[in-house]
């Protein structure tokens, strides 16, 4: 039997692809626990410097595997149980100083979303499209998606979504703010990788930390948030990588630009 998520290391890059191609990478338990120790691990290991996020096979993720709930998993409290599994893993990588890029190949529906909006930076086909289908099931948002989705769209697209049947494209997408970029379907991977690559190539640290300062804004205070970003412009500046960058930028040597 295949391993339901794949991680593969390489040159600190950690690729995490959800691997039941054959049921859209539907989540069932041993995904859903496999998915928490790769996330939580990814997350906190400090040679990973960024984080990939793909779905093998036509789609990305179709959510939560309604047969295998059905069949296999007994009541709500197993239920409860198995989305909060999944959750752990989606906080670990939304609150950690890792960048993470989302490569959409195909079909996100339900809580495939909620995994989707792990991504700071999400890469999508042409052929990619969007829907939640909660309410054709008689269930609720989760995953994280009631947060997740408003956050990137607003509340009132969000509802719409959540409220309908509906099925948006991937222009649409991208024009709602869902997701970064959309290319053909044959570059989604290269172009994802291009982008964590580029992450790894520059200031991998500060731009962890800004990702991070961003993530957790969020129902926070101001206070709290220009607090944790004094402290946190403060150790960066104690790096080695500032320092080599701010001194080439001070002597004219850097084309990277700046505001300090």
């Known amino acids: 039997m295949s391993d339901p998520i794949l991680l593969d290391v390489d040159a600190g890059l950690a690729r995490i692809t959800l691997n039941r191609p054959d049921r859209l990478n539907a989540v069932d338990t041993a995904m859903a626990l496999r998915w928490r120790e790769v996330a939580t691990w990814a997350a906190a290991d400090p040679g990973i410097g960024a984080i990939l996020l793909a779905g093998a096979g036509p ?30 893993g989606i906080r670990s990588l939304i609150d950690s100083a890792k960048p993470v890029v989302t490569a959409v190949g195909g079909a996100v529906a339900g809580g495939g979303l909620g995994l989707m909006l792990t991504g700071d930076w999400i890469v999508a086909a042409d052929t990619a499209r969007f829907a939640t289908k909660y309410a054709n099931l008689g269930l609720t948002p989760d995953l994280g998606v009631s947060a997740l989705l408003p956050r990137a769209i607003g509340e009132r697209r969000a509802l719409q979504l959540l409220l309908s049947d509906r099925t948006i494209d991937a222009a649409t997408a991208l024009e709602w703010g869902l997701v970064t970029e959309v290319v053909a379907a044959d570059e989604v991977a290269v172009r994802a990788e291009a982008v964590a690559r580029g992450w790894l190539a520059g200031a991998t640290a500060a731009l962890g930390q800004a990702k991070r300062l961003v993530r957790a804004a ?41 505001t300090r």
Do not use: K, N, P
């Open 59 to 88: 789609a990305f993720c179709a959510g939560g595997d309604v047969v295998h709930m059905a069949t296999a998993s007994g009541d709500g409290t197993q239920i409860t149980e198995l989305a909060t599994v999944i959750g752990e």
């Open 218 to 258: 969020d129902g926070r205070r101001l206070a709290e948030s220009t607090a944790d970003e004094a402290a946190t412009i403060g150790a960066s500046f104690d790096t080695d990588a500032a320092r080599s960058r701010i001194a080439a930028f001070a002597s004219g040597r850097s084309g990277a630009g700046g």
